[in-house]
Nanobody, 117 residues
């Protein structure tokens, strides 16, 4: 499975940004796709993920502000980030969970999101 992320950038606090992540390869084995983020000196944390069936889960710090969606036909997930805060500044990583006899984690390249105050 290969993951290619798009989007990110610099935005003022209160603004919005969008991310997308396209999967290729053994996509039929993907169980969930989503986003994690990591700020300097911090641990990587869950932002949001979505199952093939559309069930979603969000990190506590982004609930009610971020929305994840997916287009199964395009093998792509989208993250809409509203009401951005400076503490949302981090490198955002696309993630895919694959289960084939065992569990595999795949990561895309990080994309930087910077929110200025």
């Amino acid at each position: 499975v290969q993951l290619q992320a798009f989007g990110g950038g610099l935005v003022q606090a209160g603004g919005f940004l969008g991310l997308s992540c396209a999967a290729s390869g053994s996509i039929s084995s993907i169980v969930t796709m989503g986003w994690y983020r990591q700020a300097p000196g911090e641990q990587r944390e869950l932002v949001a993920h979505i199952t093939r069936g559309g069930s979603t889960s969000y990190g506590d710090s982004v609930k009610d502000r971020f929305t994840i969606s997916r287009d199964n036909a395009k093998n792509t997930v989208y993250l809409r980030m509203n009401s951005l805060k400076p503490e949302d500044t981090a490198a955002y990583y696309c993630h895919a969970l694959v289960v084939v006899m065992t569990t595999y984690h795949y990561w895309g390249q990080g994309t930087q999101v910077t929110v200025s105050s």
